[in-house]
């Protein structure tokens, strides 16, 4: 799958999926957009997949997801955010707190 450029997870469900192990012969290195709609992807595997796995992610798809907060305090000191993603799609979790969308502008570059 080296050549993988989309990539559409939709509603599976990935809420019990683990973080790939460092070291993983796993290369998306051409993925450009990601779809995780309705996985429940926590935040941690989210930001080992872009940070380890695909580090070229321009567009990524986090709608319905049920998220009422940004983890962004449990990522790994190593991880830089998602500096790559340019779109975002979040809508349809349940996020009440401005200071929550305020962290996506922490973890991605707009």
Known sequence: ???LKFCNL???????ANVVTPGS????????????????VHFKMLSYILNH???CVEELHLSL???SRVEH?????????FPT???LMFNGNCVRDWCELGKLGQLVSF
């Open 85 to 87: 993603v340019t779109k």
């Open 65 to 67: 997801n049920e998220y």
């Open 10 to 16: 939709g509603f599976n469900d990935l809420s019990e």
């Open 1 to 3: 799958m080296p050549d």
């Open 25 to 40: 012969s796993v290369s998306l290195k051409k993925l450009t957009t990601l779809i995780l709609v309705g996985t429940k």
């Open 73 to 81: 305090e449990h990522l790994n000191e190593t991880d830089k955010g």
């Open 53 to 55: 796995m695909a580090p």
